[in-house]
């Protein structure tokens, strides 16, 4: 029996995710704004047939703090994703797009519109990574002094998802004849105009372009909240996963997929991608020196910060090396309900702010190890049911890159559960994602 293949994307961040990455010598100093650079790197990913290249994005920058925050900037300059995109499209044949647009914050017919432009631009690679946003830094760019509600934001997204939807189905795939003799470039029959209002939205019109190559364009999600695994069983197609053991991985991954059968879905309809970050040596102790080495390329303060963010908390004031007070966990979270519930266990743990700061990653999976050793961890989370492949924040360019392409993947291809070429034109085809039919042809 062949092998499930395992799923790559890669979370890309012009220098790594690594804090420390963008100080180290190889690591080329405003990658953040040299599409060149974000070309290479696609075209990169793609010698290594990976799936997907995946741009985060919040619609904000930070506006305290900035004496900690230069230390190891994260939104504080970078491209817009949609853009980014289109110009990696026109270098690039076969890899998925993705890439982020807060429904707090976009209007549906925006969004709607730039993934389809993109769908059109790369000929059927576009994804749509669906969030709530989770930081009051973008509530101030649009006029608000805080986010919503949690909840509120994820009724949103949910309304938000399906008049987008109601938009990619605008024009019913065969709509646009282009028949010269007769004067005819469109089947009038074949427009179908939206007609929504609902509790965040009221919208009648139409998508000015006609259904794109996907039919509608992948959609990602990253909720782990309730409302967030809802939202992704009704909607989302790729979803990443938060939960570093495998125990916590597979609860995650039989709730997700046995949520999908009550909204009519097949669980096969659905790509989970776990969260993993791995530095790769030639031997463990190679490895261990690369990590220590950039370890030693953050500043605490740093880090601390991080959790900050991630806590909703100011910990600057704390000891470093004691256990953080557990009045410092606020009552309740309004960004992330993971990483504050994750970090709320640390402290309670009694693990000091120092320990917290220096090794807590997002829920992601860390190993350090050879890249036989990354491979035969790939294979058995994958085949124990813990995801169906990986979103790999890169920890540093070309270094982890390289590592991946060049030594891992072609373990994994050998022993046959990595694919040897793209299978298909669209990243649907390559996902083995049904296209969706128009929901007025159908009918
Ligand atoms: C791989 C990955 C990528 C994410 N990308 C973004 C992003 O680009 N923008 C954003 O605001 N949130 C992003 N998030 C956060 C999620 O949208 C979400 O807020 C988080 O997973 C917590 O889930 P919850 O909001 O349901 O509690 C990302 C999360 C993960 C795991």
Redesign the pocket.
């Known amino acids: 029996m062949s092998k499930k293949k395992i799923v790559l994307s890669c ?1 890309f961040q012009a220098n790594g995710y690594h804090k420390g990455a963008w100080r180290m010598p190889q690591a080329q100093a405003g990658a953040d704004t040299d599409i060149d650079y974000y070309i290479r790197t696609a075209k990169r990913l793609e010698e290594g047939l990976f799936d997907l290249f995946f741009i ?3 619609p904000a920058t930070r506006t305290e703090f900035l004496d900690i925050w230069t230390k190891s900037p994260i939104y504080q300059n970078g491209l817009e994703p949609i853009t980014a995109l289109t110009a990696i499209a026109t270098h690039t044949k076969h890899i998925g797009l993705g890439g ?1 647009m ?1 429904t707090s914050f976009f209007e549906p017919f925006n969004i709607a519109r730039q993934f389809a432009a993109l769908d059109h631009i790369s000929k059927g690679r576009a994804a749509w ?1 669906v ?4 930081n009051d830094y973008a509530a101030r760019n649009f006029g608000l002094d805080r986010l919503p509600p ?1 909840a509120e934001r994820y009724d949103k997204a949910a309304e938000c998802v399906d008049v987008v939807k109601s938009y990619w189905d605008t024009w019913e795939d065969d709509a646009f004849v282009f028949d010269k003799e007769n004067a005819i470039q469109f089947d009038p029959t074949k427009f179908h105009p939206v007609d929504h209002q609902g509790k965040f939205f009221k919208v009648f019109g139409g998508l000015n372009v006609a259904r794109s190559p996907q039919g509608h364009p992948v959609v990602i999600q ?4 309730d ?2 695994k809802d939202l992704a069983a009704r909607t989302a197609e790729i979803v ?1 996963g ?1 939960g570093s053991g495998m125990d916590a991985a597979k609860k995650f991954y039989d709730d997700l997929k046995g949520r999908m059968s009550r909204f009519g879905r097949s669980s096969d309809q659905l790509k989970i991608l776990s ?1 993993f970050d791995a530095v790769i040596g030639d031997t463990q102790k190679d490895a261990e020196d690369k990590y220590h080495y950039m370890q030693s390329l953050v500043p605490i303060e740093l880090s601390v910060m991080y959790l900050c963010m991630d806590l909703e908390a100011k910990l600057l004031d704390l000891p470093l090396d004691e256990p953080v007070p557990l009045d410092r966990i606020p009552s309740s979270s309004n960004h ?4 504050f519930n994750q970090i709320s266990s640390l402290i309670q743990e009694g693990k000091t702010l120092r320990e917290i700061a220096t090794t807590y990653r ?1 829920g992601n999976r860390v190993m350090r190890g050879t890249a036989k050793q990354v491979a035969d961890f790939m294979e058995q989370w994958v085949e124990a049911g813990c995801g169906d492949g990986f ?1 790999l ?1 890169m920890s540093d360019y070309p270094g982890n890159l390289d590592d991946y392409v060049d030594k891992v993947i072609p373990i994994l291809q050998e022993r046959g559960s990595y694919k040897t070429e793209y299978s298909g034109a669209t990243l649907r085809e390559n996902l083995g994602l049904d296209r969706p039919a128009n929901r007025y042809a159908a009918g």
Do not use: I, Q
């Open positions: 979370l985060a994005d919040t982020t807060s990574n969030v709530t946003s989770a949690h990253a909720g782990a909240s409302a967030g990443f938060t969260g992330h309900t993971v990483y997002r979103m924040p």
